[in-house]
């Protein structure tokens, strides 16, 4: 029997909670930024030209909740809209358990977790 996506990350989430692990909420619009985050990128931009955008340095210390909310990029698109992508992207690996992939240093990666994650007639993820 095939489980439904849905079905699945909500097993997924009651899991997490039934183990007291907090599930990974990621940012995917700006009202859901911390100010703090922005007001910290803002400083670093206003005091020093870096040469990485500060959404983008890569910090091993943070927790895995805290890479989850860190944000890369903030702006507007050339329609107005505007566009949210987080840093790191949280993949749950089966050998590893949850882990954070940074949107760029971790790219490859990232891309075989996609490919991975393919889905039938029905709409159902494949594995």
């Known amino acids: 029997m095939n489980t439904s996506t849905s079905d699945r990350s909500n097993s997924t989430h009651e899991n ?4 007291g692990q907090e599930p990974v909420r ?3 619009s700006p009202e859901q ?3 703090q985050q922005r007001a910290e990128n803002q400083q670093v931009l206003d005091q020093s030209n870096p040469t990485v955008n500060p959404g983008d340095q890569v910090n091993e210390e943070k927790t895995l909740q805290e890479k989850a909310q860190q944000v890369a990029v903030n702006t507007g698109d050339i329609t107005g809209d505007r566009v949210v992508v987080p840093t790191y992207f ?8 949850q882990k954070a992939l940074h949107h760029v240093k971790d790219a490859e ?3 075989d977790v996609i ?3 393919r889905t039938d007639e029905s709409g159902d993820r494949k594995w």
Request: charged share 35%; no cysteine.
């Open 16 to 19: 997490r909670q039934q183990d």
């Open 26 to 28: 990621q940012p995917l």
């Open 33 to 35: 930024i911390s100010s």
């Open 90 to 97: 949280v993949v749950d690996d089966p050998e590893e358990g």
């Open 109 to 111: 990666e990232i891309s």
């Open 115 to 117: 490919r991975q994650a």
